[in-house]
């Protein structure tokens, strides 16, 4: 299980959002080209990257940052963020991005989205932006007709890798994580036979507390858990954090 941290851009800056609000934003770095050779330097295994300002309608402002850090470290990217469309997706993999993190596509446009997914085996996973069991779409502006189980059930023989699952009251919170939602998740996952899909957790991380929840889990479909604001506020070190993830304690 890996430590992710997130470079969430708007306006090409590095900011929070508290529970995806678009303009609750509080920046937290001018220069996301030199965080993310910050998290390289720190030891991460890859970066999470969100265009905020393409969720919620406004593409292309953060463009040049993405392709600066791309450039500028050798850690595989997942980018997330207003990509509805498979020329989307076809440029940011041509820039290359290693994995996309698709939402409101996978909802409104399934049969697109698994093609592409049979084109882009293994590198795309569902967004499953989650409020109160519904699915969130369009910057999590907008309610969508399906569920967790719907989606599940959609991509369950699809190619995708797998999805990342955000807890929307959590994120951004410090509340810490949502367990029993967490564990939900993976029981359903695990009803469905889909073990070779992976699982990406992000929202409500605060402390080190919930890593160690987090591995009582011991759920090998967890592939990662997404620090954002734990880490800018100075919560979480990510080098002890992944020393925790590794641990066999």
């Given at each position: ?36 050779i910050f998290f ?103 309610k969508s007709k ?46 469905m036979n889909e ?55």
């Amino acid at each position: 299980m890996q430590i992710i941290p997130a470079i969430d851009l708007k306006d090409n800056k590095c900011v929070r959002l508290s529970e995806g609000v678009d303009d609750s934003s509080t920046v937290f770095n001018n220069d996301p080209e030199k965080q993310a050779i910050f998290f390289e330097n720190a030891g991460c295994k890859k970066l999470h990257v969100v265009d905020l300002d393409a969720a919620f309608g406004r593409p292309d402002i953060n463009i040049n940052s993405i392709k600066k850090i791309r450039n500028s470290v050798n850690i595989p990217i997942q980018l997330g963020g207003g990509i509805r469309t498979n020329l989307d997706a076809d440029r940011y993999f041509n820039l290359g991005i290693n994995n996309l993190i698709i939402g409101s596509m996978s909802v409104n446009n399934p049969e697109s989205l698994k093609r592409l997914a049979d084109k882009y085996e293994n590198k795309i996973y569902v967004s499953l932006d989650i409020k109160e069991n519904i699915v969130m779409i369009n910057g999590w502006k907008e309610k969508s007709k399906l569920t967790l189980e719907d989606i599940l059930t959609m991509y369950n023989k699809s190619k995708i890798r797998g999805y990342v699952i955000t807890d929307i009251k959590n994120d951004g919170m410090l509340k810490g994580l949502n367990i029993n939602f967490i564990k939900e998740i993976i029981n359903k996952i695990r009803t469905m036979n889909e073990e070779n899909k992976k699982l990406i957790l992000a929202g409500g991380l605060t402390d080190y507390n919930d890593l160690n929840e987090l591995k009582k889990l011991n759920s090998e479909s967890i592939e990662g858990i997404i620090s954002g604001k734990s880490f800018y506020v100075g919560n979480i070190d990510l080098e002890k954090a992944q020393n925790i993830l590794n641990s066999n304690a």
